[in-house]
């Protein structure tokens, strides 16, 4: 297992998000979660990066492990932690650099040299399918870059510090339908690679990505088996009545 939650449990002050979470996610596949907002998916996937650690007043019990590893245990170190989980959040967020500044950051801030740098860059812009637009103009801002370009310039600045993990949350909420499509024929291909988890509001998105669907509900992880039993024959009355849009 690349990802495994054991009996977690996790408050913002008094307010109990997450309730009990057991799940193992295999390495080399799609991980979705669907569930209405504020049932607690995202701030479960960002436990496995400690993006929560930013944010006063909150308490985790139980455990997150990456390859059996506790990453809430003191001995971790948090920013070699996140070398090894990468982020894509809802909207895109490149920095104020070129499109090339942009993939080389990461590498930069640890110290990797320039001739591996240019190599790197070229590598992560090809894995995110989107060498053959920029190669041309990598020295020009990022932000004239399309929306959907955008998104696919931060997973190439998240790819290019080599993560086993690469969570997603609502990665393609905010673009057009070919920006979307794009993203998910790039999600299904880094498959191969990487371990990706995806939180999303779109069932059919999921449905086309994913292997496995987790269903969260007010904080409980209501139902987690692969993706296509899920959508056909779901074993609680509160998924199929989410998947139907009987609520949510």
């Not at 070229?122 to 637009?133: C, H, I, K, N």
Request: proline share 3%; aromatic share 8%; with cysteine.
């Amino acid at each position: 297992m690349m990802l495994e939650a054991k009996n977690v449990d996790f408050y913002y002050g008094n307010y109990h998000a997450l309730k009990d979470i057991n799940m193992q996610v295999e390495a080399n596949t799609v991980t979705a979660f669907i569930g209405p907002s504020g049932c607690g998916k995202s701030t479960f996937l960002r436990l496995f990066n400690r993006m929560n650690d930013l944010i006063d007043n909150t308490r985790l019990t139980g455990e997150c492990l990456i390859e059996g590893r506790n990453i809430y245990d003191k001995a971790v170190q948090v920013d070699q932690l996140r070398k090894e989980v990468g982020m894509v959040f809802q909207k895109p967020n490149p920095f104020p650099k070129s499109i090339f500044e942009n993939v080389a950051y990461g590498l930069r801030v640890n110290g990797v040299t320039n001739g591996t740098v240019e190599e790197t860059v070229e590598r992560s812009l090809r894995q995110a399918a989107l060498w053959d637009e920029v190669k041309d103009k990598l020295k020009k801002s990022a932000f004239e870059l399309s929306g959907g370009q955008q998104q696919r310039l931060c997973i190439a600045r998240a790819l290019a510090i080599s993560p086993k993990v690469l969570l997603m949350d609502e990665p393609a909420s905010a673009l057009d339908p070919i920006s979307t499509a794009k993203v998910e024929d790039l999600i299904y291909e880094l498959k191969k690679e990487y371990t990706i988890v995806i939180v999303t509001h779109n069932m059919q998105q999921a449905t086309r990505v994913s292997d496995k669907t987790g269903f969260f509900m007010l904080g409980e992880l209501v139902e987690y088996t692969d993706t296509k039993k899920m959508f056909l024959n779901p074993e609680k009355e509160a998924t199929q009545n989410y998947i139907t849009g009987r609520f949510g």
